[in-house]
């Protein structure tokens, strides 16, 4: 008999192996510390491997003699490295004993030679840390086997750090709101809101991850990067100086603000008016102001105070204020922000509906994030719901839409991909937007009355016209051309998934923004078996269930007695 041929071995993540190798650090290092000392080296082994990339291609060029000449570097949003602060260097004295002096001079010296670094890097960080020098050398083997250029789309530093904030949130007791966004939910919202030219903000921008989507958006529809400019701010000055990282490693131009600060007590873009805003607050926020704090900020004009017990409305006003007469903004909130009506969040909500800003409402399946079970949702605002014509937009001529409100259950939409975790996957994202879009653009003509419109009422229950390609009740036959073309931004309301409603239909609902209220169930599919007939059945497997409990019944009866515990 020959031998079965052995099952190989799952193959560790790259995310897997660094926890692995980090995990060791334990006692020598905070926990809360792995993420920061981790991403460090792979900020130094990211910039020293595009430095050795561009290098290569000199060389290739036959540009020898300009090899440690700086502005052949820069002119490639590459940072030149001198020889000590190269991950060869590193790696070449990875287990000697001061190998943490060398990589504090390693990260100063690059960031004293790269203004757009200033205040990104850690300050003698690992001197401090006083770290076991071989745990030290494990972990720069570890990270030296990374190919953190490979993949041109992947975001290394923000999937280490949503993995370690994943590993670490239990341990470090953070509150459900304080992560890094998942990629798939930054992706739906660039999409929705497509910010092809202009302002970006983030006021909580975390690690940088939305404004990196936004600049790789416009780069994959064949846009400039040099047409948007990026705007945040960050509280925590770990994560500002993993923001200025993120940013600079892609040589993305941000003004994240002079210093950490907090967003409604030190807003450092006060004069700012925003094309795009794309944030994640943090969720339910407690105690953000003291009650006799910002209670006549002029951001709150028009509006109650928001509460000192929950911040996410001061972030909604926040947000609103910052929006230029044509803005748009996309932001992720705890699901009762939709429907609270505690401490006047419900008048704030009010007032936000009858001044006609809310464009767009998505329930978001659950599961999304690493660190909360929180249900969340997206809400999409708007300064300007007249018709209007935006270059770059999917559909590029907007309707007329004021005192309408597109609603949107994607609650039933994502893939599971672990036993804890689920995402949305390319063509949820690519559902959710085209239903945005085709309700937003110019209606298209009505095709009722000629043989393209016979062909639609072929394949009903579509919402989306622009994307047909096959009839499923035509056995895979193609719809014409026409159809497609001229329905690009046809819309239409589907039970359980989108609705378009009024703001009537708002008010009658108490100006609750759930989208289950307004979608409704979706249409349960006939499968033609009688109820006559269904019943029979049902009733049959019922009967035989029950004889068979009475049966185990005298089985557990009869063992009891026999232990001696019987009646």
């Excluded at 600060?261 to 006060?270: E, G, I, S, V, Y």
């Excluded at 329905?487 to 589907?494: C, F, I, M, P, S």
Aim: proline share 4%; with cysteine; charged share 25%.
């Amino acid at each position: 008999m020959a031998k079965q041929p052995a099952t190989p071995k799952k193959q560790k993540s790259f995310e897997q192996t660094l926890w692995d190798t980090a995990d060791k650090l334990r006692g020598s290092v905070e926990s809360s510390e792995y993420k920061h000392v981790v991403l460090s080296l792979i900020f130094l082994k990211f910039v020293s491997d595009k430095f050795e990339e561009r290098k290569a291609e000199l060389i290739a060029e036959g540009k020898e003699a300009y090899l440690d000449m700086v502005d052949f570097y820069t002119m490639k949003n590459v940072f030149y490295l001198p020889e000590e602060s190269r991950w060869s260097f590193i790696q070449k004295h990875a287990k000697q004993d001061d190998i943490a002096v060398k990589i504090d001079t390693a990260l100063h010296t690059v960031e004293k030679n790269n203004k757009a670094l200033r205040g990104a890097l850690p300050d003698n960080y690992f001197s401090r840390l006083d770290i076991d020098v071989s745990k030290l050398a494990a972990l720069i083997d570890s990270i030296n086997n990374i190919d953190t250029v490979g993949d041109k789309e992947e975001d290394v530093v923000g999937r280490v750090y949503e993995y370690f904030l994943g590993k670490f949130a239990a341990t470090e007791g953070k509150g459900g709101g304080e992560f890094y966004t998942p990629k798939c939910v930054v992706n739906l919202i660039a999409e929705m809101i497509e910010p092809y030219k202009g302002k970006i903000y983030d006021p909580c921008c975390g690690s940088g991850g939305m404004f990196v989507q936004s600049v790789r958006f416009v780069e994959s529809h064949q846009g400039n990067k040099k047409d948007v400019s990026i705007y945040g701010q960050e509280l925590t000055a770990t994560t500002y100086k993993l923001a200025k990282m993120n940013l600079a490693i892609r040589g993305i131009a941000g003004n994240l603000g002079e210093v950490p600060a907090d967003t409604f007590f030190k807003d450092q873009h006060q004069d700012l008016k925003a094309d795009f805003i794309m944030a994640n607050p943090p969720f339910n926020l407690k105690e953000w102001r003291a009650a006799d704090e910002l209670t006549h900020d002029p951001r709150w004009a028009g509006y109650e105070v928001p509460p000192t017990g929950n911040a996410n409305y001061g972030w909604i006003l926040h947000m609103i204020s910052k929006l230029s007469q044509n803005g748009v903004a996309g932001f992720v909130l705890a699901n009762g922000s939709m429907s609270t009506n505690t401490s006047g969040e419900g008048a704030i909500r009010q007032k936000i509906i009858e001044n006609d800003l809310v464009d767009c409402m998505i329930a978001l399946p659950g599961q999304l994030f690493y660190t909360t079970q929180i249900p969340v949702c997206l809400w999409f605002l708007t300064k300007n719901k007249k018709a209007q014509v935006i270059e770059g937009h999917t559909d590029s001529n907007h309707r007329d839409r004021k005192g309408e409100t597109l609603f949107i259950d994607a609650r039933n939409l994502g893939t599971m991909v672990d036993r804890t975790h689920k995402e949305l996957t390319a063509a949820d994202i690519a559902e959710i937007a085209r239903t945005y879009h085709a309700w937003r653009g110019v209606p298209a003509p009505d095709f009722d009355s000629d043989s393209v419109g016979a062909d639609l009422r072929a394949c009903p229950g579509l919402s989306v016209w622009a994307d047909l390609r096959v009839c499923p009740d035509k056995q895979g036959e193609h719809i014409g051309s026409p159809l497609r073309e001229l329905n690009a931004n046809a819309y239409a309301d589907v039970a359980g998934f989108c609705k378009s409603a009024t703001l009537e239909e708002i008010r009658a609902n108490d100006y609750v923004l759930t989208p289950g209220r307004y979608v409704g169930a979706a249409e349960i599919e006939d499968d033609g078996i009688p109820f006559e007939k269904k019943m029979t059945d049902l009733t049959q497997t019922l009967y035989r269930q029950m004889e068979e409990s009475e049966k185990l019944d005298a089985v557990i009866r009869k063992n009891l007695e026999v232990l001696g515990y019987g009646r």
